[in-house]
């Protein structure tokens, strides 16, 4: 179920210049949050935003009732997110969408392809696939090392593979050239800019592997009552907010293959 | 305390929802009890499944939004025969926001509506401004208005709402048109046609390039036309218009609305509309004021 909810800041992280994150708790039960699920965020104190921020939920821990937000300082929304302190409340409508599939058998073998802020809810989900014995491989990407905002946190959860554009720490190029993504796996997970998405989802396409994108859009309600981010399917638009953000790549030809 | 009338309809408070900002009701049933709402109304409906507009359709603007959905919808016999019958249970008003591309159109899908017991009433949304056939072309004229109502008027015998545009020299003349024509009740207003440009790309933000205003943003807009039109006609108008407080609804309620819709705030708060009602309550108290219907149209 859905709901709104004042949260409190736990904990607040600079990662690097242009991330950070944030642990939120209110003391109580959260509600269950899947993996891929996001939140959005009301912005206070800044007289351009209006509209909350959608977010991804990069990890949960269900135990102590806290959420992790791994944020990309983007434009005056994420900004001045990015100003609050440890003990700021923060207003939160969540769990929001639907998230990846998670009907992978144990010893099965999953990939993981994160670039960027899209790294975010990739931790949840190779935590999950984790518990289920699903055997995680997960390819981080970036331009170069320092937009890589999370990294060690991965490694407890399956092989931990980097790609850096320039080579600064691992395999020097593209997620798609890494040599691990080239074997063969039973699933393909995938969030980070378009570009890269539309390549994971073609090669899988091409190698007949079961895909699944999360994609990101400009959002109003976050809920699918407003209509304005959709996406083009197969099945015509479709709200990332309400249907996605994840989506099956079998649905999505129109979108990959432009 | 809080009761209005609107023509046949009973509303146990004047806070409706806007079409096209809270979906089907369902979509908030998580954040709030929809049966508290005096009413709310469901999406724009059309006479077949609409793609809508190409993304991008929305962008942020200072104290407001752009969009350009472009009536997205499944189309009045997919409402018939699937929504409805998931939300007709509902103890509330449901109205339909009705639209179309012709007045062919109009009539059917109202007639359609006609039908279904438990929708009261219609708006016939005159003031679409992101369909390149029909919408606003409807409601920017006169004579076009009074020709698509009086069509209407003939089928569909409830409540007949008629939404209208603010992109028009004298809104108070088409309310006029409208009211001549048959409508008992005029809502107002909708979207403000406006544009955005991302400087860095060097185009449009949107892919419809213009799209409609809405949020705190035309608040005084619309206050000011609710004020002109309540003057112009005999029947109760609904106002709406980045409506996001208790206070704001009794604003438009003195400027001469019997009801009022929420609409954009219901994206900043999904509960928005429950706090509005309270509100409204507690400021009635507040002032000694027994029922709700002495402060209409006091300015």
Known sequence: MKEIHDFTILERRQLGESYFSLVLGHGGMMQHIAPGQFVELQVEGEPKVMLRRPISIHDVDEKEGTMTLLIQIVGNGTRRLAELKEGDKLNVVYPLGHGFSLDLAAGSRAVLVGGGAGTAPLLHLSKVLKAKGVDCTIILGGRTESLIPVRDAFAAYGRLCIATDDGSLGHHGLVTQHPAFGEHYDMVYTCGPTPMMKAVARSAAERGLRCEVSLENMMACGVGACLCCVTDTDQGHRCVCKDGPVFDISTLKKWYQC | ?299
């Not at chain 2, 077949?48 to 472009?70: A, D, I, K, Q």
């Not at chain 2, 679409?128 to 698509?148: E, I, R």
């Open chain 2, 1 to 299: 305390m809080l009761n209005v009338n609107i023509h046949n309809l009973k509303l146990k408070n004047p806070v409706m929802t806007a079409s096209g900002t809270f979906g089907y009701g369902e979509e908030f049933a998580d954040f709030i009890d929809l049966n508290r709402l005096g009413g709310f109304v469901v999406k724009g409906t059309t006479g077949s499944h609409r793609e809508g507009n190409p993304y991008p359709r929305m962008v942020e603007t200072p104290s407001g939004m752009l969009n350009s959905v472009g009536l997205q919808n499944g189309g009045v016999e997919k409402f018939c025969s699937a929504v409805y019958h998931r939300i007709k249970h509902l103890d509330t008003n449901i109205i339909v926001n009705v639209s179309g591309s012709s007045i062919d159109e109009y009539c059917s899908v109202a007639e359609q509506i006609d039908a279904l017991e438990h929708i009261p009433a219609i708006e016939l949304n005159i003031s679409c401004p992101n369909v390149k056939c029909g919408g606003m072309g409807f409601g920017t004229s006169p004579d076009m208005a009074a020709q698509v109502v009086s069509a209407v008027r003939k089928v569909y015998h409830k409540t007949l709402i008629v939404k209208l545009s603010p992109n028009v020299t004298s809104i108070a003349e088409i309310a006029k048109a409208v009211e001549g024509a048959g409508a008992d009740s005029v809502s107002l207003i909708n979207t403000l046609l406006g544009m955005a440009i991302d400087i860095e790309r060097r185009r449009p933000f949107m892919a419809n390039v213009t799209g409609g205003l809405s949020g705190p943003a035309v608040k005084p807009v619309a206050v000011r036309m609710v004020w002109q039109v309540a003057h112009a006609v005999k029947i109760p108008v609904v106002g709406l218009g980045g409506i996001c407080t208790a206070e704001d609804a009794i604003e438009f309620m003195m400027a001469g609305a019997t009801a009022i819709e929420v609409g954009t705030a219901n994206f900043i708060d999904p509960a928005v509309t429950i706090k509005i009602i309270d509100g409204m309550d507690q400021w009635c108290k507040k002032h000694g004021i027994s029922d709700i219907n002495e402060i209409i149209g006091i300015i």
